[in-house]
């Protein structure tokens, strides 16, 4: 009675809904004859005195293989830990099951599929944030900016300095927004890891972008500083330098190029 979830009839006390209080044939004293099905003990029709004629969504895709599948094996029918009254085969069989599935449909490229896959796992583990991260990179995969960034921003509320989330907001954010909006969401990934050496790249690509060329410089520098070899980085401040007039800088690091790439 006193765990995460409890079912309602039995809160309220109505266990003769469910139970003989006297005596009867049915094991557990039930009031509704369970079935034998393949050797199985099927207590579904238990469930279905009350919940048969539920909502119409009620038959959704955790409910299509019934037939199969008895209520309890889901649902414990007096309560649990989790919510739904869901017991540990749905955590620990049917949910790593169905993560199985889609992150098989995630890997063949079938990604319309596999969003759907695992909309369903995080419908019963709602701020499971190695879940949601996969959806979001789904969606981030399908060009759907906005749903991707809510994921990302599910997962920084549960967990703000999330770096990957950071990352994924910044792509996002460039779509949505622009670059101003994507560049905040970079500083506060480099504030979380600041020896990232793409994550300064980026951000001076915005900087120069907007033309705004010291800052360019100072990212790109940083860029170099934590990967000596990060070519993109020295070209991009050969670029810049050159366009500053600054010829001596530019001489220099097209120098350091011509280095790396006889290595
Ligand atoms: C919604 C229907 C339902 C209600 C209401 C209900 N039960 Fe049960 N109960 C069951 C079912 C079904 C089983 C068989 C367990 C199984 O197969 O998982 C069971 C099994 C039991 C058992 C034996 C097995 C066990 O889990 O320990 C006891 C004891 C029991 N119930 C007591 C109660 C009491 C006391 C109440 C009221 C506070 C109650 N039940 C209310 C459906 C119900
Ligand atoms: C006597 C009627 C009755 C029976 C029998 C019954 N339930 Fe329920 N059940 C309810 C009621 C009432 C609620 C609460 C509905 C609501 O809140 O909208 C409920 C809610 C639920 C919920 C939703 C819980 C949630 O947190 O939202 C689940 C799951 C559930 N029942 C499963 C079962 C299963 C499995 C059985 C068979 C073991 C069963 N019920 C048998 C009356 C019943
Ligand atoms: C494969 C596992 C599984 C089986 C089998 C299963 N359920 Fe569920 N059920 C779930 C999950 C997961 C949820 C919560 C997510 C959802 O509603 O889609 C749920 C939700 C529910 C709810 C709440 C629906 C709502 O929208 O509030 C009820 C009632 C319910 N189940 C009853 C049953 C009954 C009765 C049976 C047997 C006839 C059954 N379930 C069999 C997994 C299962």
Redesign the pocket.
């Known amino acids: 009675m006193d765990q995460g979830s409890v079912h309602t009839p039995v809160a309220d006390g109505d266990c003769v809904d469910c139970h003989e209080p006297h005596g009867g044939n049915n094991s557990f004293l039930l009031r509704y004859p369970p079935r034998i099905v393949g050797g199985m003990r099927v207590i579904?029709a238990t469930?279905?005195a009350c919940?048969e004629a539920?909502?119409p969504d009620?038959f959704?895709e955790?409910?299509a293989n019934?037939a199969i599948?008895?209520?309890v094996?889901?649902?414990n029918a007096h309560g649990s830990s989790e919510a739904?009254q869901?017991t540990r085969y749905?955590k620990e069989v049917?949910l790593k099951a169905s993560l199985a599935e889609a992150a098989d449909l995630h890997r063949r490229g079938k990604l319309d599929a596999a969003a759907k896959a695992y909309a369903k796992s995080l419908?019963?583990f709602p701020n499971d944030v190695a879940v949601v991260m996969l959806l979001a990179k789904v969606h981030t995969a399908q060009g759907e900016w906005g749903k991707a960034r809510s994921g990302y921003e599910k997962i920084l509320s549960i967990q703000p300095g999330h770096l990957e989330a950071l990352i994924g907001s910044a792509g996002a954010a460039r779509h949505l927004e622009g670059l101003g909006a994507e560049l905040l969401f970079l500083k506060k990934a480099i504030e979380v890891k600041p020896d990232r050496a793409d994550l300064h790249f980026r951000a001076g690509e915005i900087y120069q972008e907007r033309n705004q060329l010291q800052e360019a410089i100072a990212e790109f520098s940083k860029a170099v500083r934590i990967d000596e070899d990060y070519a993109p980085a020295r070209r991009r401040l050969v670029e810049v330098y050159e366009s500053m007039g600054m010829s001596r800088d530019a001489e220099e690091e097209r120098k350091i190029l011509k280095g790396l790439s006889k290595e």
């Open positions: 579904a469930c279905k919940h539920g909502s009620w959704d955790f409910h019934e599948l008895d209520c094996v889901c649902h739904y869901l749905v049917y419908k019963l």
